[in-house]
């Protein structure tokens, strides 16, 4: 089982939706979370931390299931530009340097 | 302020060539990592290095070489390229404490 996994999608949903991706994960020593953004052919950016009372930026929340080994990401009101892969990241304690990543899921916002 | 710099943006390849990719960053950061990126397979640490000095592996470091050779540098060697080496390379460095890694453009690499 891969440490980090992902539903690669693809996502379609017309503009001003709502989607949400789950991201789930194999550690449970796992300590800190992330969600990238990585557009066609770019590098990978940082989207947001994920906090254990989960958080939100914005259109974006981000919320984190410990007991279930999860964390979600929600858009609300999709636009156009939020067309992209979504990347989940996982640090886990005792190599805090060594980011795992997911695969990514892709999502495709339509007129 | 650059961040991070990578070069070559593209390179091709003959198998059995050699190669050096280069990477820099400015953000004063103490650990740069290289991965690679192919469909469907998402991204691979291949080396990194936690400080100047230092260098360990990653996922997939078989057929590659790495030297950190100062703090702002860290660069990946292809000895003799394989056709299995075509990919896009991407460099990174890491903002320690919030564990944000900031990367580089990539170089997408072919080898024929």
């Known amino acids: 089982r891969k440490e980090v996994e992902q539903d690669p999608g693809p996502f379609n949903v017309p503009e001003g939706a709502t989607v949400a991706f789950n991201c789930t994960y194999s550690?449970?020593?796992?300590?800190?979370f992330f969600w990238y953004r990585q557009d066609c052919r770019k590098e990978p950016k940082l989207l947001m931390s994920?906090?254990?009372?989960?958080n939100e930026d914005g259109r974006f929340t981000a919320q984190l299931n410990r007991a279930s080994q999860y964390i979600s990401l929600l858009i609300r009101d999709s636009k156009l530009s939020d067309s992209a892969t979504y990347l989940c990241?996982?640090?886990?304690?005792?190599?805090?340097?060594?980011?795992?990543w997911g695969l990514g899921t892709s999502l495709a916002v339509n007129p | 302020n650059a961040g991070v710099t990578q070069t070559p943006k593209f390179q091709v390849l003959k198998t059995g060539q050699s190669m050096t990719l280069q990477c820099a960053q400015d953000?004063?950061?103490?650990?740069m990592y290289w991965y690679r990126q192919d469909p469907g397979m998402g991204l691979r640490l291949i080396y990194y290095?936690?400080?100047?000095?230092?260098?360990d592996k990653g996922e997939v470091p078989n057929g590659y070489n790495v030297s950190r050779l100062n703090k702002r540098e860290f660069s990946l060697r292809l000895e003799s390229a394989a056709p299995s080496q075509t990919s896009v390379y991407f460099c990174?460095?890491?903002?320690?404490?919030?564990?944000?890694?900031?990367f580089g453009p990539g170089t997408r690499l072919t080898v024929t």
């Open positions: 990174a460095s890491l903002r320690e404490g919030q564990y944000e890694q900031y």
């Open positions: 953000m004063n950061h103490n650990s």
């Open positions: 290095s936690a400080s100047e000095g230092t260098t």
């Open positions: 550690n449970s020593a796992s300590q800190s």
């Open positions: 994920v906090y254990s009372s989960g």
């Open positions: 990241v996982v640090v886990n304690a005792g190599n805090n340097r060594k980011l795992i």
